[in-house]
């Protein structure tokens, strides 16, 4: 019964995940004309919102994670480390583009159950693809709460069977590979947004403009203010912020003792990101 109902959930949540987003923003192609403004940059944002862009066909949210202002004065650098939605529907040249953009690595947050829903990923040739299921372990009123992408399932990325072992394995890639790595779930907003915070927050980047780069999902999808579904809301963002205070004393703590990240990786991920 137990698992009966699990995979039910798991279901729901694939479908919710899939066709969540709806086709009048299913589409990759950047809002030209979009009714949803990009969030106002902060002094640290170095790169605009037209270049970040991958400008993609088939692949929702595609962007560079870098081109941020640490506080220390150093510049994330572009053109290492991409977040996106999923891959399944990526089109041959949006695969020659990756390729071109040296993408070594491609990284599948989602669940077994949204693979198997919406299709595994097209991977860029010579690229390896490696699955990081972040939340496939989660309780399944959690898993069920991805409906709302609100607080619950922003605290499972921390507290989730698996998740600090997924989130890691990212990390160490960006870390140690020579080319690009590409990470994604299935909007490229909600466990990818969380990803890229972190990564950003351990390179040095101040919060406001770690949120400006997580807000870019609204602006890149069109979603509307306390659109969960579409888009992304500060408070979830922040929740997850606040369980890695709570689960572990410190968002450093976190990243040390949760993710186990080594001051040697801590060390190479900051000698290959930041100019």
């Not at 020659?96 to 690595?105: H, K, N, P, R, Y």
């Not at 990564?199 to 040095?204: A, C, D, S, W, Y």
């Not at 080594?262 to 900051?270: F, H, Q, S, V």
Request: proline share 4%; hydrophobic share 45%.
């Amino acid at each position: 019964m137990i698992r009966s109902r699990m995979l039910g959930t798991s279901l729901v949540l694939a479908a919710a995940l899939s066709f969540g987003a709806g086709p009048a923003v299913a589409l990759a192609e950047p809002p030209a004309a979009a009714s949803v403004a990009a969030p106002a940059p902060t002094g640290s944002v170095v790169v605009s919102t037209d270049a970040r862009s991958l400008n993609l066909q088939g692949v929702v949210n595609a962007r560079d994670a870098g081109g941020y202002r640490t506080t220390d004065g150093h510049t994330v650098r572009t053109g290492l480390v991409y977040r996106t939605g999923e891959l399944s529907k990526a089109t041959d040249s949006d695969l020659a583009a990756l390729t071109g953009d040296d993408v070594q690595s491609v990284h599948d947050l989602r669940t077994s159950y949204e693979q198997q829903f919406m299709g595994v990923d097209k991977v860029p040739a010579g690229a390896t693809a490696f699955h990081n299921d972040v939340i496939g372990q989660a309780p399944p009123q959690v898993l069920a709460s991805t409906l709302t992408a609100g607080a619950d399932l922003y605290r499972a990325f921390i507290t989730a069977p698996g998740a600090n072992a997924a989130f890691a394995d990212v990390l160490r890639d960006i870390a140690y590979n020579p080319g690009a790595v590409l990470f994604h779930c299935t909007a490229g907003k909600d466990r990818t947004g969380w990803t890229n915070a972190v990564l950003l927050t351990i390179l040095g980047v101040d919060r406001d403009t770690v949120t400006y780069d997580y807000l870019l999902s609204n602006y890149y999808r069109n979603a509307a203010e306390g659109d969960m579904l579409n888009g992304v809301a500060v408070s979830a963002l922040d929740s997850a912020f606040d369980q890695a205070n709570q689960s572990y004393g410190s968002f450093d703590n976190y990243v040390r003792e949760g993710l186990g990240l080594t001051d040697a990786d801590i060390a190479a991920l900051k000698a290959k990101m930041l100019a």
